[in-house]
């Protein structure tokens, strides 16, 4: 079946204590972002890659990083969150043929 | 940068009936795509409807469809004989057709609730 895979589900942790969300694509897409939703915002998008080796900053990436050495996975890493970092977050891909988006099923952090 | 409104926090339909979800955006592009995404209680994102600014046509899926007017910049969706499984939040995005930029971005969002 083809999806985007995002790990874990849920996540609660402590203020500063380094953490990863992983992300996986099993349909060869090339681009790969990551996205924030929080009430009356809608989503936003934290950071992109248009192909291995290749990312970018998106609307709102501060305090968090990515990194993209294979095509199929693009984590997203927060080296020491902060309370303001709780938020749904989602994993997506695409490919230009689509011209939309492949979600992953989202990942819920609270940092306390 | 692009700007998604969508000015309607929540909306309440009965079964059966229909709904009009609105959504308005703020571009200087002639080419792009819009989108309605259905996010249900499970948060999974699931693509509603796609339109291409290009087409004169509104899209239709099923009970879905779209009134797209590119002059106002206003991108409706319609869901009519709503059910019980249509409630959900409802997100409108667009996207910019620039092969350099796969970005989507999104309105606020409008919570659909649909009352037996």
């Known amino acids: 079946e083809a999806q985007v895979t995002q790990n874990p589900r849920y996540l609660i942790t402590v203020t500063g204590k380094k953490l990863t969300v992983t992300c996986s694509q099993n349909?060869?897409?090339?681009?790969m972002s990551w996205y924030r939703q929080d009430p009356g915002l809608g989503l936003r998008q934290i950071y992109y890659s248009m192909n291995v080796e290749v990312t970018d900053k998106g609307d709102v990436p501060e305090g968090y990083k990515v990194s993209r050495k294979e095509k199929r996975n693009f984590p997203l890493i927060l080296e020491s969150p902060s309370p303001n970092q709780t938020s749904l977050y989602f994993c997506?891909?695409?490919?230009?043929?689509?011209?939309?988006?492949?979600f992953g099923s989202g990942t819920r952090l609270t940092v306390v | 940068a692009q700007t998604v409104t969508q000015s309607q926090p929540e909306m309440s339909v009965q079964e059966a009936e229909t709904v009009t979800l609105s959504c308005t955006y703020d571009?200087?592009?002639?080419?792009?795509?819009l989108f309605w995404y259905k996010q249900p209680p499970s948060r999974q994102m699931i693509l509603v409807i796609r339109q291409e600014a290009y087409k004169q046509q509104n899209a239709t899926e099923n009970r879905f469809s779209v009134n797209f007017q590119k002059a106002a910049k206003s991108f409706s969706l319609k869901i009519s004989d709503s059910q019980l499984g249509d409630a959900a939040m409802y997100f409108c995005a667009y996207r910019s057709a620039s092969s350099n930029d796969y970005k989507l971005s999104f309105g606020a969002g409008t919570t659909v609730t649909v009352r037996a």
């Open positions: 349909m060869n897409h090339e681009y």
């Open positions: 571009t200087s592009e002639s080419d792009y795509y």
């Open positions: 997506a891909s695409s490919f230009e043929g689509f011209k939309g988006y492949t």
